[in-house]
């Protein structure tokens, strides 16, 4: 998925997590591109965004982390969201 319409961001008003995929910088047929995953997370405006389906094309996580808003952060296996 890389589109969310414009009339589903009214439904994430207000949420605590917001889960969305991004798996390098620059377009990709089925995934958002890491810029555009930035930018409809900004748009959400969730207290925390976490990236998922990251691929080796982008940063390591620490250097990923570095580059990111405060309040996005890429996921990893294993992670718990309480």
Known sequence: MNHIPEEEFSKLHGLEHFIINTVRRGKHI????????????????????WLTHLSHQLPCHEDLCAELPHSILPAHDGLILK
Not at 30 to 49: Q, R, Y
Request: glycine content about 4%.
């Open 30 to 49: 089925s995934h958002f591109a890491l810029e555009e995953a930035i930018a409809v997370a900004e748009k959400v405006g969730a207290e925390h965004t």
